[in-house]
């Protein structure tokens, strides 16, 4: 399979908004994203199934949500009403169809990451 780039990312103030972009995914494939803060572990945020199920972590439901561009298989990730402590890297990530799952090691293909930067 392709290896999973992304885009998107950068700087913003509380209250603020960024989307992430990830691909390519299939029709075989679940969708996470991830994110990592300094000195903290990774944490699943968003799973996302070609069904268009999607789950989202306690800290981000209602303020993220996930579309898909099916001709570019690409998915994003729009970060609205972000916090500082929504800071740190994003990744997006690929799992098997039939693992629908927020456990990173359910997942085997990741991308490179992105910075996510929240000032207050």
């Known amino acids: 399979q392709a290896q ?9 103030q509380a209250g603020g908004s960024l989307r992430l972009a990830c691909g390519p995914f ?10 990592q803060a300094p000195g903290k572990e990774r944490e699943g945020i968003v799973a996302f199934a ?8 306690a ?12 001709a570019k298989k690409t ?10 402590e929504d800071s740190g890297m994003y ?3 690929r799992a ?5 799952t927020l456990r990173q090691e359910d997942y085997n293909a990741w991308g490179q990451g992105t910075q996510v930067t929240v000032s207050s």
Do not use: H
Not at 4 to 12: A, D, K
Not at 27 to 33: C, L, P, Q
Not at 50 to 57: D, E, H
Not at 96 to 100: A, C
């Open 75 to 84: 998915l994003y990730l729009q970060l609205n009403s972000l916090k500082p």
């Open 4 to 12: 999973l780039m992304q885009s998107g990312g950068g700087s913003v």
């Open 50 to 57: 070609p069904s268009g199920r999607t789950t989202f972590a």
């Open 96 to 100: 098997p169809i039939w693992r629908f």
């Open 26 to 35: 299939g029709s075989r494939d679940i969708m996470g994203w991830f994110r």
């Open 91 to 93: 990744y997006c990530a």
């Open 59 to 70: 800290s981000v439901e209602g303020r993220f949500t996930v579309s898909e561009d099916s």
